[in-house]
């Protein structure tokens, strides 16, 4: 018996040996393979971009200092800074939307919603990240401007900053509130019950229990939403429009990053012109400052981090 014992293990080992080998393998180039990805990027990116401001046509302080985008005009102006500033706009207008909303639809699912409820709320907010956005941007366009915008606020144009906005922040609920949700659920069910315990309402536990607790996870919940925010696409090129320059009336239209990288790139821009390296400096930039708000968020994830045992 005891021989056959190890013959079976034996046997087993000289099987697993090889498979453990090949699974360590594929596993290994899967990181490895996203790390090349993401240099490819970058390396295309910059490559295109140096070339970018080579030109002598454009300078490294006039990019970001000129009050107007013309790439494609008779008299170009690379004025990066009116991009950046209608982006970061929007974005703030969704931020407005999303962050409440989703907040409160993770704490009502966390603490206050039955399993039934949940289960209906939950897949509903599922099917809402699902939606194309390219339908957000329609429906922004000819149900959210009509009906609600121009009644409501005269003298807003078809296409206008707010209805971009919130239809990007409804985009990005699902997305804050499923992560804080998570975050919620993470926190050992011992501070509950003993808060509740202790005679504490449901809503001094959520509020003064569970929020601090799940801080580190809802804030990169946000951080996530504004990062989403600032590369969406789609939905601020059909509702934002395209105006070139500084404006801060949420009731005109406005020219995003990714907007003008959609509308330069469907054009006739022949290969190699300036008006097409600029896009990979938009490229490059609007990188940037998503890697700068993902590093934020890594660090205030683990400044607030709370371990259980």
């Known amino acids: 018996m005891e021989n056959k014992k190890d ?23 899967s990181a490895f393979a996203a790390i090349l990805i993401s240099i490819s990027i970058i390396f295309t990116l910059l490559t295109e971009a140096i070339n970018f401001f080579q030109d002598p046509a454009v300078t490294f302080k006039g990019y970001f200092t000129a009050t107007r985008w013309t790439p494609t005009f008779q008299n170009p102006e690379y004025g990066v800074i009116v991009l950046i500033s209608s982006t970061l706009y929007i974005a703030v207008i969704a931020c407005l939307i999303s962050f409440p909303l989703g907040l409160f639809s993770a704490i009502y699912l966390s603490e206050f919603a039955t399993k039934r409820t949940r289960k209906v709320i939950k897949p509903v907010l599922e099917v809402l990240a699902g939606v194309p956005t390219v339908v957000f941007g329609y429906f922004a366009l000819n149900w959210i401007t009509p009906n609600i915008i121009q009644r409501f606020i005269p003298g807003t144009g078809v296409f206008n900053a707010l209805s971009a906005g919130i239809a990007v922040g409804i985009m990005i609920i699902p997305t804050v509130a499923s992560i804080s949700d998570d975050a919620l659920n993470a926190v050992p069910n011992s501070l509950r019950n003993g808060s509740l315990a202790l005679g504490a309402t449901r809503r001094i536990t959520s509020l003064k229990i569970m929020f601090p607790a799940a801080l580190s996870g809802i804030i990169a ?8 925010a600032i590369g969406e696409t789609m939905i601020v090129t059909i ?5 070139p320059e500084l404006n ?4 005109s239209a406005m020219y995003t990053i990714t907007s003008s990288i959609v509308n330069v790139s469907l054009g006739d821009t022949p290969h190699g012109t300036t008006a097409y390296n600029a896009l990979f400096a938009l490229g490059i930039t609007l990188f940037i400052m998503t890697f700068i708000l993902n590093i934020g968020s890594d660090y205030i994830a683990r400044k607030y981090r709370k371990e259980y045992e």
Do not use: H, M, N, W
């Open 248 to 251: 801060l009336d949420p009731r």
């Open 7 to 29: 013959l079976r293990s034996q046997l087993t080992k000289t099987i697993t040996r090889p498979v453990e080998k090949i699974v360590k393998f594929f596993i290994t180039a």
């Open 221 to 228: 919940s946000f951080i996530l939403g504004f990062s989403r």
């Open 239 to 243: 509702a934002g429009g395209q105006y």
